[in-house]
């Protein structure tokens, strides 16, 4: 990654798992695809459903779940923005997508990636427009091999 943005990662999961290497490789890519203006620290935090719906709450006063939070880029702290995901919503939607996982938890972040850098989904229009960047990120991700190694560990074992 540049030396103009960088990312921490702050998973309050416990049975989430990943290598920040891959990660990080992962969010180059993305940085490279769809540029940021703003320099900093980029925050990514993994949540459970019950902290997620709180924050969704305290934040946008709709305590329902969801999947993504992002909170925008403040550069008097030296902040590049802050993307909040729900571990137990992309779980559910990978398994009623039939998909893996860390792809579904990786649309998450790109989602919220893209939010930081001027995409909305309020109107029709423009989901169709992130869909799109979204799918483009996804794809590319796909061709270079770039997939993050995230794992959940079985619960109930110990």
Same mark, same amino acid.
């Given at each position: 990654m540049g030396s103009s943005l960088s990312v921490e990662y702050s998973s309050h999961y416990p049975s989430l798992?990943?290598?920040?290497?891959?990660?990080d490789l992962f969010w180059g890519e993305i940085f490279r695809l769809h540029r940021h203006d #703003?320099?900093? #620290? /980029?925050? @990514?935090v993994f949540l459970d459903? +019950?902290?997620?719906s709180r924050m969704h709450g305290d934040f946008?006063?709709?305590?329902?779940?969801? &999947? @993504?939070?992002?909170?925008?880029? &403040?550069? &008097? !702290?030296n902040m590049a923005g802050e993307i909040c995901v729900? @571990?137990?919503?992309?779980?559910e939607e990978a398994e009623s997508r039939k998909i893996e996982f860390s792809? +579904? /938890?990786?649309?998450? /972040?790109i989602h919220g990636w893209l939010h930081l850098v001027g995409f909305d989904d309020k109107t029709g229009e423009d989901? !169709?427009?992130?869909?799109? +960047? +979204?799918?483009?990120?996804? &794809?590319?991700?796909e061709d270079?091999? /770039?997939?993050?190694?995230?794992l959940l560990a079985p619960q109930g074992i110990g």
């Open positions: 798992s990943f290598s920040s290497d891959s990660v #703003c320099s900093g #620290c /980029l925050s @990514v459903r +019950e902290s997620h946008l006063r709709d305590f329902r779940p969801t &999947d @993504v939070i992002t909170f925008p880029a &403040d550069p &008097d !702290e729900s @571990v137990d919503q992309a779980m792809r +579904e /938890l990786s649309l998450y /972040l989901r !169709e427009i992130m869909r799109r +960047e +979204e799918k483009r990120a996804m &794809d590319r991700i270079l091999g /770039l997939w993050p190694d995230f």
